[in-house]
T-cell receptor
Framework: GAVVSQHPSRVICKSGTSVKIECRSLDFQATTMFWYRQFPKQSLMLMAT?????????EQGVEKDKFLINHASLTLSTLTVTSAHPEDSSFYIC?????????????FGSGTRLTVV | GESVGLHLPTLSVQEGDNSIINCAYSNSASDYFIWYKQESGKGPQFIID?????DKRQGQRVTVLLNKTVKHLSLQIAATQPGDSAVYFCAETSNFGNEKLTFGTGTRLTIIP
């Protein structure tokens, strides 16, 4: 089955620093990767859609200069939270899929718990 | 349906009983629907999916029902077990794989021993 690895699983950083989160599709080439954010007891909110080799498409209200997404290859996408602040503390989850191929579905990573202090 | 940031509704079910979790969606163009299970501190785990040309699909102990007329989706879990305790989300999309998934509000299911 499709496997998506997300790293790190949890990170604590100081306010003002940047944090990079990696999302890798381990056994398939993902044409599209999605980044979500989830606050406690709430649903997943899509932040951006990332296609390999092109710029990410951000959802309304998501600052693209703050949440930098790089999708350098068909198996790796990264989310960098720049100049992190305590309000950026959240659970970040990536998802990978291959267009039109239901075998791989939308596979999710295990999430990254970011705490900004 | 669209998540509006509300706190999760909850459902408590006695172990061994059946549970039904409901979801309303708003986009009539959605043609693919998925139910996910999310345990605390983990990413969503695929349970079952259904395309819009079907109204029912069964898996192991789970059944998904789709009513396109009223834009309603349900997940039935038979003979619930303690391990079924989790948060369940429905998600919808169109143009599979090329379009984003939109998640519903979610329901917290608690199995009472």
């Amino acid at each position: 089955g499709a496997v998506v690895s997300q790293h790190p699983s949890r990170v604590i950083c100081k306010s003002g620093t940047s944090v990079k989160i990696e999302c890798r599709s381990l056994d398939f080439q993902a044409t599209t990767m999605f980044w979500y954010r989830q606050f406690p007891k709430q649903s997943l909110m899509l932040m951006a859609t990332s296609n390999e080799g092109s710029k990410a498409t951000y959802e309304q209200g998501v600052e693209k200069d703050k949440f930098l997404i790089n999708h350098a290859s068909l198996t790796l996408s990264t989310l960098t939270v720049t100049s992190a602040h305590p309000e950026d503390s959240s659970f970040y989850i990536c998802s990978a899929t291959r267009w039109g191929d239901r075998h791989y579905g939308y596979t999710f990573g295990s999430g990254t718990r970011l705490t900004v202090v | 349906g669209e998540s509006v940031g509300l706190h999760l509704p909850t459902l408590s079910v006695q172990e061994g009983d059946n549970s039904i979790i409901n979801c309303a969606y708003s986009n009539s163009a959605s043609d693919y629907f998925i139910w996910y299970k999310q345990e605390s501190g983990k990413g969503p785990q695929f349970i079952i999916d259904i395309r819009s040309n079907m109204d029912k699909r069964q898996g192991q102990r789970v059944t998904v029902l789709l009513n396109k007329t009223v834009k309603h989706l349900s997940l039935q879990i038979a003979a619930t077990q303690p391990g079924d305790s989790a948060v369940y989300f429905c998600a919808e999309t169109s143009n599979f794989g090329n379009e984003k998934l939109t998640f519903g509000t979610g329901t917290r299911l608690t199995i009472i021993p």
